[in-house]
C-alpha cells in the first residue's frame, strides 16, 4: 500500500456546452426560478407605482412615487450580487467574455439601485419637512 492518494475526481462547475449549434426546437426557455420571480415581480410593481404616482399626480403622490423607486432599487441590488456571483462563476470556469460582460452588467446594476435608493431617500426626506 503507498502513501499516495487518488486524484479526486471532481466534475466541472458547468457542464460543456454542446459542440453542435442547437436548433430553435432544441432551446429552451430559462427555467423560472424564485429570484428571478422576485425579480421580475419587483421590477413590475416598482414600475407600476411610479407610473400611477406620476399620471395621479397629487400632494399625496410623494409616498407612492418614493416606494416604487425604493421597490426598484432593491430589484437592482438583488440584480448587481447576482450579477457578482454570475462574474466569479464565469471567471472560475474560465470564460472571460463572459465574466467581463457580467461585472459591467452588474456594476451598472448596482449604479442604478444607488440612484433608486438615494432618490427614494430624498423623497423620504422631502415629504417629511414638507408634512
Do not use: H, K, N
Not at 414600475?47 to 397629487?58: E, H, P, S
Amino acid at each position: 500500500m503507498t502513501d499516495r492518494q487518488a486524484p479526486i475526481d471532481r466534475p466541472p462547475a458547468r457542464a460543456a456546452a454542446p459542440v453542435a449549434a442547437a436548433t430553435p426546437a432544441q432551446r429552451r426557455r430559462p427555467a423560472v426560478t424564485p429570484a428571478r420571480a422576485f425579480i421580475a415581480i419587483g421590477l413590475a410593481v416598482g414600475l407600476a407605482c411610479i407610473v400611477w404616482a406620476l399620471v395621479q399626480w397629487a400632494d399625496s403622490s410623494v409616498p407612492l412615487l418614493a416606494t416604487g423607486m425604493l421597490v426598484l432599487g432593491v430589484v437592482f441590488v438583488a440584480l448587481a450580487i447576482g450579477g457578482a456571483i454570475e462574474t466569479y462563476r464565469s471567471a472560475a470556469d474560465g470564460e472571460s467574455g463572459r465574466a467581463l460582460a457580467t461585472a459591467l452588467l452588474g456594476g451598472l446594476a448596482a449604479v442604478v439601485a444607488f440612484g433608486c435608493l438615494a432618490v427614494a431617500t430624498v423623497l423620504t426626506l422631502l415629504w417629511r419637512t414638507a408634512a
